[in-house]
């Protein structure tokens, strides 16, 4: 029997063990990322986000769709429709439905949903509709609360005042009652994470160090009892990321690592074989040394006793 992704999140959740998610701008990056999910036995998500077809060269649902079919291993990585906007980082309307039937039809194992621009009320109600759909299809729904910035053209704001002010942080009575009306399963929430940049020069720059606020995180989580989200994983400082996992923040979302990696050699050597080797090598890296992920796969499958795992009796 084949376990359900939401099922699968459940068990990392209550494992204390984190299920990253990795964007997939380019299709070449699929193959070394999968495979680098699999020499490290890591469970993982492998995602796409509108923008990734919109602003890189992921082409669309269907191709990757097309492209995961050709690698995948359900045992070690499922598929999962990232950011879906209701609103998008331009500021214009997308027809979003469409495009979220689109992918449950091809087969994506998880979706998401970001009405986080929007005003509380619009979120939930974009947010239910996706649910509904997600639920009808027997998969989970991921969806955003809260201002996790980064997107959007032109600089972004100072990272040290944005952190300081806690501006665009996920509000705890709204989370709590964002997850009751909407049904969503999993919740991407702001406590200090920024998305990589995606337009212009600004998508070659490091990302800031970001910190997390631990405090503001538990308090989320304990207002929502669900599996929490951290969209901009890429440049969090390790050790506010491991505090955060043992805080249940579950699914971590990387793109603009991975992507810089496999970017930085197509510029400089041109070889599509080198620059996926370098994003294996950025990959394995990543769940190795930074996530401390490897050899976690068998807790997430539920198959060894990692402790809290199952109620006894
Ligand atoms: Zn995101």
Redesign the pocket.
């Known amino acids: 029997m084949t376990l359900g992704t939401a099922e699968l999140i459940r068990n990392a959740n209550r494992a204390g063990l984190a299920v990253p998610a990795f964007n997939i701008p380019y299709l070449p990056m699929m193959r070394p990322v999968i495979q680098a999910v699999i020499d490290e036995d890591t469970f993982a998500l492998i995602e796409i986000?509108r923008l990734e077809w919109v602003k890189f060269a992921a082409e669309g649902p269907a191709a990757v769709a097309a492209e995961f079919a050709k690698w995948q291993r359900p045992e070690y990585v499922r598929l999962h429709l990232?950011?879906v906007p209701v609103v998008d980082e331009d500021d214009l309307a997308v027809d979003y439905l469409p495009i979220i039937r689109e992918a449950i039809g091809l087969g994506y194992q998880s979706v998401m949903v970001?009405g986080s621009r929007l005003d509380l009320e619009g979120n939930i109600r974009a947010t239910r509709e996706v649910v509904e759909l997600a639920h009808a299809a027997g998969i989970p729904c991921e969806a955003?609360l809260g201002a996790?910035l980064g997107?959007e053209a032109g600089p972004p704001p100072p990272y040290q005042d944005l952190f300081a002010s806690g501006r665009g942080f996920t509000k705890i009575e709204e989370a709590s009652r964002f997850v009751q009306e909407t049904d969503c399963d999993w919740l991407?929430v702001a406590v200090g994470n920024v998305?990589g940049a995606v337009s212009g020069a600004l998508k070659d720059q490091p990302k800031v160090a970001a910190r997390l606020d631990i405090g503001h995180l538990q308090r989320l989580r304990d207002a929502t009892r669900i599996p929490l989200v951290l969209?901009?994983g890429s440049g969090v400082q390790r050790s506010y990321l491991l505090e955060a996992i043992r805080t249940g923040l579950t699914k971590i979302?990387i793109?603009t690592e991975i992507r810089q990696a496999y970017e930085r050699e197509m510029r400089s050597s041109g070889d599509p074989s080198r620059a996926q080797e370098a994003c294996y090598e950025r990959t394995r890296r990543l769940l190795h040394d930074h996530l401390g992920l490897s050899a976690t796969r068998e807790r997430v499958l539920g198959r060894l006793d990692g402790g809290a795992q199952r109620p006894s009796g």
Do not use: I, K, L
């Open positions: 986000a990232d950011h970001d955003e996790v997107h991407s998305h969209h901009g979302n793109g």
